[in-house]
C-alpha cells in the first residue's frame, strides 16, 4: 500500500508541477 500511495502522489505532484507551469507560461 506504502508503495502504491508513493506513486500515486509521485504521478499527482508531476501533474500539478506541470500544470502550474502551463499557467505561469500562459500568463507570460
Given at each position: 500500500m506504502g508503495r502504491h500511495?508513493?506513486?500515486a502522489?509521485?504521478?499527482i505532484e508531476l501533474v500539478v508541477v506541470i500544470t502550474i507551469?502551463?499557467?505561469l507560461a500562459a500568463f507570460a
Open positions: 500511495s508513493a506513486r502522489f509521485t504521478l507551469l502551463g499557467i
